[in-house]
């Protein structure tokens, strides 16, 4: 199981949509300027002891404003709908089924998103956090 493989991959995925282009990054970040998503280290990682294989929780944070109010939910909408040009979750599940698919990974499932404050180097930002469960074969 290659970690850091995947969390760049899903960052690389990220870069899909035009404003996450060249602002993704496949782990945490120490400083940034919103808007970013940043793919933080797994949360938890479930071997199967069948060999039938593994699975990964993974939160990825998007930060899109320095903004608290309510601004920063109108930011949120686009990369947090199910679907569209900028939804996170679209991006990354369609992955599964494009041609070639993941390299790194057999499917990942963007599994919710939470909304809570996220400080980086001293400043708090809001932040939309993604669960996303990564199915991995032991082969």
Known sequence: MNIQGIMAELAETCTSIDRLRGR????????????????????TITYDDRGNGSSLSIPLVLVVSPQVERQAIIDFA???????????????ENRN??????DT???????EVDFRTYSIAGQVYPAAIFTIDILYSQT
Do not use: H, L
């Open 78 to 92: 686009p990369f947090v709908a199910v679907s569209g040009p900028e939804s996170i979750k679209q991006a990354i």
């Open 105 to 111: 990974y057999d499917s990942a499932r963007v599994q």
């Open 24 to 43: 993704s990054y496949g782990y945490p970040v120490e400083a940034g300027k919103p808007i970013f998503v940043s793919v933080e280290y797994p949360e």
């Open 97 to 102: 089924i494009q041609t070639g698919g993941p």
